[in-house]
């Protein structure tokens, strides 16, 4: 049916915080080992890291990435990851039953990261370790030279420290799959001495405190409360994470998935303004969305039964033109939420869950959700719009009825263009829209001219791209035009199950 919507620059909700478009490195599956690093490639660098695959990367648009761990961190040893490579020792993990050569290590993804220009985010063991373990990682990568860490640095090749601006503070703790699983009170304990130590070494780091797993924790809003009663006025961000499938085949709802992060996000942010409220403070703890995707767990069945191998093929789903669509308006979503939502990292960034596809010793590839991404990261600039919808709706078993359009959009208060990003979650309807940019034509000199409208739409939904296929789903041109006598106004035909960016200049 018909849709409008409305912008005005006057409605802001907040700055576009580069760092959603964060991305996440676990050791898990074949994530580091033949992912990002294969030594014997032929397109490996000096150090062992891929590339090609630094290059997919580079195009994603990723700004920060979390490391190295996921539920791998809560077993991890930090200490087996350095030095000479051919003296690090062979581990189990037991995460995830797989054999851990630790090739790679904390040096080497931080050389990664500052290679392809991301910044690293590092994730500290407090399941099977505690406080003196995560302060000697946090010396060993950020403290001079002059003691015994940070010595050690240096001697394995980096005499600057890696100025780790970001730490998280475990992985998960609430959930029982996690080795060293805490109750909410012995966590926020652990928590809070760890945080409390680490800012005796660097008052500046920002620390990130582990909130719930999913919506649906039996915990959930409890343990956010329980641990923000502790660690409020030593954490900056408490992490939410969340994985979208279609359950039982319902698609419609899986559509609508941004509906049950957005519930997600303003429970947390609630929860954490209660606990500034009885403290009588006035600081706001931000939301890290630091594991976040499509990702058909329904098909994984559980670490328990893993054989043990090393880099074993661990959910490598292949995710087709609906998945792109419902990732495109995950980001929609934490762009909406930007006035709280300071960080966010898709999990994960090469073939476990993930944009980026790599055939051991051959080719990589993008997969259908690399395409919302890298065009959100690349225009989302400026500030992050509120606009007025006038749209139909779609019902869900889920989230009962809810807007047909998902709609966001940035303003570059310089320039006054306008990124406009706008999903149809009908999968029958298609929306004829029209965007009234008036309001914006008062700060500007001329009218609005389209620069382009891609989308990501195709009438076979169930179309994905393979190593054989690798650009069967890209983005193409859709048909906005502008569009009135004054020209500020924009119609543009949306198709079912579709993401749209549509920029003006
Ligand atoms: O990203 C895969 C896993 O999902 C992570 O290791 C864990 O943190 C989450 O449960």
């Known amino acids: 049916g018909a849709a409008t919507v409305r912008l005005d620059p006057a409605f802001a909700v907040g700055p576009v915080r580069p760092r959603i478009f964060g ?14 690093y294969e030594p014997d490639h032929p397109e490996a660098d000096e150090l062992g890291f891929r590339e090609d695959v630094a290059r997919l990367v580079r195009e994603l ?7 190295p761990g996921g ?30 050569t ?21 994730a500290v063991n407090l399941g099977t370790r505690g406080v003196q373990e995560a302060i000697d990682l946090l010396l060993y990568c950020n403290a001079e030279t002059g003691t015994s860490w940070p010595d050690r640095r240096a001697k394995n090749g980096h005499v600057e420290p890696h100025d780790v601006r970001v730490w998280c503070l475990g992985n998960e703790m609430d959930g029982p799959w996690q080795m060293g699983h ?50 409020f006025d030593l954490v900056d961000h408490i992490s939410a994470h969340a994985y979208y499938e279609p359950l039982d085949g319902d698609v419609d709802s899986f559509l609508a998935s941004g509906e049950d992060m957005h519930r997600f996000i303003e429970s947390v942010v609630a929860t954490a303004d209660h606990v500034a409220a009885v ?9 890290s969305f630091d594991e976040w995707n499509v990702w058909f767990q329904d098909r994984f069945h559980g670490e328990s039964s893993l054989a043990i191998r090393e880099a074993p093929e661990l959910i490598e789903d292949v995710y087709d033109v609906t998945d792109a669509v419902v990732v495109g308006s995950l980001l929609i979503t934490l762009l909406q939420h930007t006035d709280r939502v300071s960080m966010a990292c898709q999990a994960q960034l090469v073939n476990v869950i993930a944009p980026i596809a790599t055939r051991p010793g051959g080719a990589s590839w993008k997969q259908t959700i690399f395409h ?28 009962g009825p809810v807007d047909q359009l998902v709609v966001t959009a940035t303003h570059d208060p310089g320039t006054g263009d306008l990124a406009v990003f706008v999903v149809n979650r009908s999968r029958t309807e298609t929306a004829e829209l029209t965007l009234d940019v008036a309001a914006a034509v008062g700060g500007t000199p001329t009218a609005y001219a389209l620069v382009e409208h891609l989308q990501v739409h195709d009438d076979d939904t169930s179309a994905s791209n393979t190593e054989e296929h690798p650009d069967r789903v890209t983005p193409h041109a859709g048909d906005a035009a502008v569009g009135g006598t004054d020209r500020t106004t924009l119609t543009a035909t949306l198709p079912p199950t579709s993401w749209h960016c549509i920029r003006l200049t």
């Open 71 to 100: 539920n791998f961190v809560s077993n991890y040893r930090w200490e087996d990851g350095v030095g000479p490579k051919a003296d690090r020792p062979t581990q189990l993990d037991l995460a995830w039953r797989s054999v851990e």
């Open 61 to 67: 648009g990723v700004t920060v990435v979390r490391y």
């Open 23 to 36: 991305s996440f490195v676990e050791h898990m599956g074949r994530c580091v080992y033949t992912g990002i």
């Open 102 to 122: 630790n090739q790679v290590g904390t040096d080497d993804f931080v050389d990664w990261a500052r290679g392809v220009g991301v910044e690293p985010m590092m």
């Open 182 to 231: 805490k109750t909410a009170e012995e966590y926020a304990r652990v928590a809070e001495e760890t945080a409390r130590a680490m800012r005796r070494v660097d008052d500046t780091l920002e620390l990130v405190a582990c909130g719930s797993s999913n919506r649906g924790m039996p915990t959930f809003g409890t343990w956010e409360r329980v641990v923000l009663e502790r660690c």
């Open 279 to 287: 403290k009588g403070s006035d600081k706001r703890i931000m939301v």
């Open 372 to 399: 919302p991404f890298a065009l959100t990261a690349q225009h989302a600039r400026g500030t992050v719009l509120r606009p007025a919808v006038a749209c139909d709706t779609v019902e869900t078993k889920a989230f």
